[in-house]
């Protein structure tokens, strides 16, 4: 798919649970090579809006993505016991053996993500944040999608490993081509990397690109206090 075409396209989502909706007839597109990023206060439906994208929980609305897209998916937490005898290079078999791909894709994602032969080897509950972290992306990678979706990806990481983790992303989505959709609370990253933000809110949802979008009033209305950082200086920009 070239750069700038459409691979996703939803109209008039809505999300409720009951007598109360989580979110109302929002609408965007994303472009193929985009990196989206989904900011809004606590509640406002960010993880919800993602797995509505992923068709994991009942919405109503239209979501269309491009034929021939395939989503990798990294959740913002992840419902296993880390404490289990499990090897991460079992970890990711379990989805190699799953999805019938090659073995060396193993190989060929650990090396993209930066995960050493001796950490393949390690038992999940021995490794550190940053790099659990960089095994669930490592996951999401294999079937080789051309459309991730990243939800807080370093949510429980110290200010460090933070930064890795979105330098990672950056540069998988700068050397592949692929379109990221990033649920992130740090806006100052966001205002980095991102080519288009999704604001959404009780109000009207809104979209544009970083500078239009993240000004100090718009972020204030949406967030209810004045934001503390909202822009990295132009040389900055990754």
Same mark, same amino acid.
């Given at each position: 798919?070239a750069?700038?075409?459409?691979?996703?396209?939803?109209?008039?989502l809505t999300?409720?649970?009951?007598?109360?909706?989580?979110?109302?007839?929002?609408?965007?597109?994303?472009? &193929?090579?985009?990196?989206? $990023?989904?900011? /809004?206060?606590?509640? %406002?439906?960010?993880?919800?809006?993602?797995k #509505?994208? *992923?068709?994991?929980?009942?919405c109503?609305?239209?979501?269309?993505?491009?034929?021939?897209?395939?989503?990798?998916y990294?959740?913002?937490?992840?419902?296993?016991?880390?404490?289990l005898?499990?090897?991460?290079q079992?970890?990711?078999?379990a989805?190699?053996a799953?999805?019938?791909?090659?073995?060396?894709d193993?190989?060929?994602?650990?090396?993209a993500?930066?995960?050493?032969?001796e950490?393949?080897?390690?038992?999940?509950?021995?490794?550190?944040?940053?790099?659990?972290?960089? &095994?669930?992306?490592?996951? $999401?990678?294999? /079937?080789?999608?051309? %459309?991730?979706?990243?939800?807080?990806?370093? #949510?429980? *990481?110290d200010e460090?490993?933070?930064?890795?983790i979105?330098?990672?992303?950056?540069?998988?989505?700068?050397?592949?081509?692929?379109?990221?959709?990033?649920?992130?609370h740090?806006?100052?990253?966001?205002?980095?990397?991102?080519?288009?933000?999704?604001?959404?809110s009780?109000?009207?949802?809104?979209?544009?690109?970083p500078?239009?979008?993240l000004?100090?009033?718009?972020?204030?209305?949406?967030?209810?206090t004045?934001?503390?950082?909202?822009?990295?200086h132009?040389?900055?920009?990754?």
């Amino acid at each position: 798919m070239a750069p700038g075409e459409s691979i996703l396209s939803v109209h008039n989502l809505t999300i409720a649970f009951g007598r109360h909706t989580i979110l109302e007839n929002v609408s965007f597109e994303a472009q &193929a090579g985009d990196c989206l $990023a989904v900011i /809004g206060p606590n509640g %406002a439906g960010k993880t919800l809006l993602l797995k #509505a994208l *992923l068709h994991l929980i009942p919405c109503r609305g239209e979501i269309r993505w491009a034929p021939g897209t395939r989503i990798g998916y990294v959740p913002q937490k992840v419902a296993a016991d880390r404490q289990l005898p499990l090897r991460l290079q079992d970890f990711l078999d379990a989805k190699i053996a799953f999805q019938k791909l090659p073995p060396a894709d193993l190989n060929r994602v650990a090396s993209a993500v930066g995960l050493a032969p001796e950490i393949l080897d390690a038992g999940i509950g021995l490794l550190s944040g940053g790099q659990f972290q960089k &095994a669930l992306i490592a996951f $999401a990678l294999l /079937g080789e999608p051309n %459309a991730l979706l990243f939800d807080e990806p370093t #949510a429980s *990481l110290d200010e460090l490993a933070e930064e890795n983790i979105y330098e990672l992303l950056h540069s998988l989505q700068r050397d592949r081509g692929m379109t990221v959709i990033l649920v992130s609370h740090d806006i100052s990253v966001v205002y980095r990397y991102a080519s288009r933000v999704l604001c959404l809110s009780k109000g009207t949802p809104c979209m544009g690109a970083p500078r239009e979008i993240l000004t100090p009033a718009m972020l204030q209305d949406l967030y209810g206090t004045p934001p503390r950082f909202y822009r990295h200086h132009p040389a900055e920009r990754g």
